[in-house]
């Protein structure tokens, strides 16, 4: 198969990610997120600097040329996505998590049609209806009763808010990029986040006790810096070089798969009906919207 290694790339990518929602979950069992999140970004933007032989200086520049827009990915990307996604793993179950998160691209698709009056065909707007049905019934658990009594799992509103999160810096990350380099942008929005982060770590989290973090704690961390960040972000990177940010796209739909395999396998989840039902019509919803011949919205989640 001619692109055989970039879609193993791309395979690889939507893997750890998947993968990192129950490994999360076992990290801020240990670690506060507010200190969890810190060290992660802190050690991400390190890592990126090491890794990609990032000029300081450079990157300094940029920061003061491109503050206004490195700001708001730090701030919706990194910050309040953060916290929503840490608190969200914390109250619900992990694959009921990946499964909201699932619908990114729709999400995505919406804001950038009404901020970037980019175009949503007809099929794309059945896409936006069908992945809302999905994140009702996975809300909901299948029993409209609770919508109605406003009986919600608090950490399922929590990682809907941090999808849309995720979503404003995807648009966001469109403009940017056109002025910015994207090893560059990812390693200033680290190093921002982590510095938004710092505060509330020390509040909050008690950070002085990171002596005594176990092994877990540890290897929970480093898994969500070096393969659902470092690894995960340059393979799916050179995937889109390689075949095309479309073509890429696709590949976001195994993310929610393997987050609920992951979940069920490591943290013994029991996986329901509704997750079944719900999973199922947001990845339709998704798919529908990103078909390749229509002309959609395609950002990676």
């Known amino acids: 198969m001619k692109n055989f290694y970039t879609y193993l ?41 090491i ?33 929503f996604f840490l608190f969200a793993l914390k109250f619900a179950k992990a694959s009921d998590v990946s499964l909201i998160s699932g619908a990114n691209p729709i999400i995505t ?14 099929f794309s707007k059945i896409g936006v209806a069908l992945s809302f049905l999905g994140i009702v019934f996975i809300v909901s658990k299948g029993n409209f009763g609770i919508l109605y009594n ?34 560059e942008a990812v390693c200033l929005t680290a190093f921002l986040g982590a510095l938004m982060f710092f505060l509330p770590a020390i509040v909050f989290g008690n950070i002085r006790n ?9 290897l929970s961390l480093s898994y969500m810096v070096v393969f659902s960040t470092i690894f995960a972000f340059s393979a799916w990177y050179k995937g889109i070089e390689k075949i095309g940010a479309s073509r890429s796209s ?41 078909t390749r011949d229509l002309k959609s919205v395609r950002i990676k989640s």
């Open 9 to 49: 790339l791309l395979v690889l990518a939507c893997v750890f990610w998947g993968v990192g929602f129950p490994i999360a979950k076992v990290g801020i069992t240990y670690i506060h997120p507010f200190v969890f999140a810190f060290i992660r970004f802190f050690a991400v933007g390190i890592l990126f600097v």
């Open 109 to 122: 698709a919406v804001i950038a049609w009404i901020l970037l009056k980019e175009n949503l065909s007809f």
């Open 250 to 290: 696709v590949f976001v739909n195994l993310v929610p798969v393997f987050g609920v395999i992951t979940s069920v396998v490591l943290l013994k989840e029991r996986f329901c009906l509704y997750e079944l039902i719900g999973g199922f019509l947001v990845i339709a919803g998704v798919v529908l919207t990103n």
């Open 210 to 218: 990171i002596g005594n973090y176990p092994l877990k704690a540890w």
């Open 51 to 83: 890794v990609f032989r990032l000029s300081v200086f450079n990157l300094i520049l940029k920061l003061k040329s491109n503050f206004t827009y490195i700001f708001l990915m730090a701030l919706s990307g990194i910050f309040l996505y953060g916290v």
């Open 150 to 183: 406003f009986q919600f799992n608090l950490g399922d509103l929590f990682m809907l808010v941090a999808t849309t999160m995720w979503a404003f810096y995807s648009v966001i990350s469109k403009k940017a990029l056109k002025r910015i380099d994207v090893f």
